[in-house]
């Protein structure tokens, strides 16, 4: 049950408006509260109550985005360029606590991206302790050499500027230039820096997998997105079956 708050703050932080917009609306009569007409800004409030112009409050209990990253996005808040932010209505820009991806995909990385405010699901799909792989489909600009697959799987890569060795990763040869490369860690442009080291170079990368959630099922353009639950989002990532 959630702890009832005041008005203004609750729909402030949904990310509708500042609180001086709140009382406006609250003086117009577009806020009610279990049907009746809001009286004031302070009133103490849980958010299944209220209506803003008759419509239930957006996601007022979290919010949880499956994305499909495009190519070219930015996984930032600030930078120049197209952010991923851009895909999604601006209202939720504004949303305390705030939305944020979990981990990042480089802006030339495409694919599927988990986007929370639930601080909780964002570590248990990051921690390594979590054990929830993520999957990657990379065209490479040199035919493999032969030795990469053991080295991968060794736990004993070390990349330059790292103070330990990559946790062993899988790789599967589809042919000489494309593979799937299963990770159990993120780590900066990891990917692309383990291909570097063994000299190589990453011409394309795209994250098929989180866990056992596919890019495919979920049927996403790039650019689109779904949203979930926490809860829903950890089932579908923890099914049985492998990537
Ligand atoms: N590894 C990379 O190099 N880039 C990504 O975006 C993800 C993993």
Not at 34 to 48: I, M
Not at 77 to 82: A, V
Not at 113 to 130: A, F, V
Not at 154 to 178: F, Q, V, Y
Request: hydrophobic share 35%; proline share 5%.
């Amino acid at each position: 049950m959630m702890k009832p708050e005041r008005l203004d703050k609750l729909l402030s932080n949904l990310g509708y408006g500042i609180r001086k917009d709140v009382a406006h609306w609250i003086r117009r009569g577009w806020v009610t509260i279990d049907g009746e007409r809001a009286t004031s800004p302070a009133q103490k409030v849980v958010a299944d109550q209220v209506r803003l112009e008759g419509k239930e409050l957006d996601h007022a209990h979290g919010l949880t985005i499956i994305y499909h990253k495009p190519l070219g996005a930015v996984c930032s808040r600030k930078e120049d360029g197209l952010l991923i932010y851009e895909d999604f209505p601006e209202r939720w820009i504004g949303r305390k606590p705030p939305l944020s991806s979990v981990g990042r995909l480089d802006k030339e990385t495409s694919g599927l991206l988990i986007i929370t405010d639930d601080g909780q699901l964002n570590h248990q799909l990051t921690s390594p302790k979590k054990h929830i792989s993520k999957t990657y489909a990379v065209t490479l600009d040199k035919p493999l050499s032969g030795h990469e697959k053991a080295l991968f799987a060794s736990g004993k890569l070390m990349l330059e500027t790292d103070d330990r060795p990559c946790l062993p990763a899988e790789l599967n040869e589809i042919n000489e230039t494309e593979v799937t490369l299963v990770l159990h860690e993120g780590r900066y442009h990891q990917v692309r820096r383990m291909f570097a080291a063994v000299e190589n170079h990453v011409k394309t990368l795209t994250r098929t997998h989180i866990g056992s959630l596919s890019l495919s099922e979920t049927g996403l353009k790039p650019g689109s997105y779904q949203t979930t639950t926490p809860h829903e989002l950890m089932q579908l990532v923890t099914r049985s079956h492998k990537p």
